[in-house]
């Protein structure tokens, strides 16, 4: 299955700005790990994955009676940290759960792809 | 009842979650498993009281079952509409095809994937638990719906959402890694504790029936308890249900709720509390073990020191006060502590119990006025105990417990 692995919020993390030059390499080496981590499991790949930019480079597109207008900031309040994503195909949740525990306490939000066969 | 009929209950009783388990190992279907199973027996209830019951009732029951699916697959295929399949395990995929004539350990993993399944932490607690009675023990729709309190349509509908959800959201058909199973093992207690409970929560109506149900679930807890027999969570919680289940006759009186004093101890099921005694003192209770397993065993031996009581006067309450300190050190609840002040005012008096009573709240509901009630009555205050009465009559739901309410304030005179 494919899932989309969205980094939602810091959870319990404190804010990325507020990290020391160590917390910020021991994160970065959590996302090593997990990169190397999902290599090595048989049936797993990272199809993609990028760090997002803050909320005030977003822009939300929305259409209404045909007319299509744009705004500053994001979709939704949640979406504010969206703060990076995974596409990653996984044999199952249990799978994707497990290699997801590698990586700093985010939220998450996991949503499969639908499969179009 | 016929012998045929005896024989179909008793393999549906004892195989419904084999059966489900084979099924969906050979055709990874759950949308179309349980339904083949359904009409199976539904065709053996028909046919096995004319030609009688066959030699081996599970295998009869599987060949009819795994026709049914092949039947729906054919005509699917002509459809062509292609259908999400549920993820299993590795090893189970490279084992292949199983039957009920496999070693019994194989198929008794295949009940526990089941099981995982079934009470996976990314479905809703009470969808799981639905989902568990259902497909491991295949009790009908019906009464979990009327365990739940909900109308037949309404569980029938969360139970298909639930499996359409498992092929959705990638839910497995397996056991997890061994890091992760004993939480996982937690889940599948606290998924069985809830259906427990809820043939005990207080309903809108007469809800005699629904103790009877509860029964189902302590079924369940025996049935995972089967296949993961060292599993301190499972001993805990089996010991837990089974003195809790075995008040069930003595707690109704010609429709009337009574309290646990006030209980004929000759109408406990003593057999289930010498079971649940042998449980407590099993060895892998004396190991350090997770809080939820520790809550639980607490929460049994409380429960055990007032089975062990031959009459209420015999209860040790400063043994059942210190139990419950050390619950609420735990897992600190409303709940155990009004539990608490009843049985230090059984300890010490209705004085000391109001005393720890102060500062319980437990908004919805009407326990703790009616426990201030009863302890202010028995303190000699009827002016207070009148108005405490009031007020847990005023937010009391359940009609039995409404009756015993208006008789004790009634008996103030």
């Known amino acids: ?117 | 009842m016929t012998a045929a009929d005896d024989a179909l209950e008793q393999v549906v009783r004892e195989e419904w979650g084999r059966l489900v388990a084979l099924l969906l190992v050979r055709f990874r279907r759950l949308d179309l498993v349980e339904d083949a199973l359904g009409d199976a027996v539904e065709a053996a209830s028909r046919t096995w009281p004319v030609d009688g019951a066959p030699d081996n009732p599970a295998a009869w029951l599987m060949t009819t079952a795994r026709r049914r699916v092949l039947d729906r697959l054919r005509t699917e295929e002509v459809s062509r509409r292609k259908q999400a399949l549920l993820v299993t395990d590795a090893d189970l995929r490279q084992e292949g095809t199983r039957t009920m004539a496999d070693a019994g350990s194989q198929v008794e993993d295949d009940v526990l994937r089941l099981v995982l399944m079934c009470t996976h932490p990314a479905l809703a607690p009470e969808a799981a638990s639905a989902l568990s009675l259902r497909l491991v023990l295949g009790v009908p729709t019906h009464d979990i719906a009327r365990l739940f309190l909900v109308p037949e349509p309404t569980m029938a509908a969360r139970i298909t959402r639930a499996k359409k959800r498992i092929i959705g959201a990638g839910i497995p058909f397996a056991v997890p890694d061994a890091t992760v199973l004993p939480d996982r093992l937690d889940t599948v207690a606290q998924t069985a504790y809830l259906a427990f409970t809820a043939g005990y929560a207080p309903g809108s109506g007469p809800d005699l029936l629904r103790a009877e149900l509860a029964g189902e679930a302590v079924r369940l807890v025996r049935t995972v308890l089967g296949l993961r027999p060292d599993e301190p969570v499972l001993v805990a919680l089996l010991a837990l249900v089974l003195l809790q289940h075995s008040r069930r006759d003595a707690r109704v009186s010609e429709g009337r709720l009574v309290l646990l004093p006030d209980q004929d101890r000759s109408r406990w099921h003593h057999d289930e509390v010498e079971e649940a005694m042998s449980l407590l003192a099993h060895p892998v209770l004396t190991r350090p073990v997770t809080l939820l397993t520790a809550s639980y065993a607490l929460q049994a031996r409380i429960a055990a020191e007032h089975a062990r009581a031959l009459r209420p006067e015999d209860t040790r309450w400063e043994q059942v006060v210190a139990l419950y300190d050390a619950l609420l050190d735990l897992a600190p609840s409303p709940g155990a502590r009004l539990a608490r002040a009843v049985a230090v005012a059984e300890a010490h008096g209705p004085a000391a119990g109001l005393a720890a009573l102060e500062g319980v709240d437990i908004p919805t509901g009407h326990r703790v006025a009616a426990v201030r009630a009863e302890l202010l009555a028995r303190g000699g205050d009827p002016v207070a105990a009148r108005a405490a009465y009031d007020q847990a009559i005023a937010a009391c739901r359940n009609e039995v417990e409404l009756a015993h309410l208006r008789e004790r304030r009634a008996a103030l005179g």
């Open chain 1, 1 to 117: 299955m494919k899932y989309l692995v969205l980094l939602i919020g810091d959870g319990e993390l404190k804010p990325w700005s507020e990290h020391t030059a160590d917390e910020q390499s021991e994160v970065m080496r959590r996302f090593e790990a997990f990169d190397a981590a999902c290599r090595e499991r048989e049936g797993v790949e990272v199809l993609a994955g990028e760090a997002l930019a803050g909320p005030t480079h977003v822009t939300t597109v929305r259409t209404r009676g045909g007319e299509t207008r744009l705004t500053e900031g994001p979709y939704a309040e949640v979406i504010e940290q969206l703060g990076g994503f995974y596409l990653v195909e996984a044999p199952d949740l249990d799978v994707l759960l497990e290699l997801l525990r590698i990586l700093p306490a985010y939220d998450m939000q996991l949503s499969p792809a639908v499969d179009p066969y």
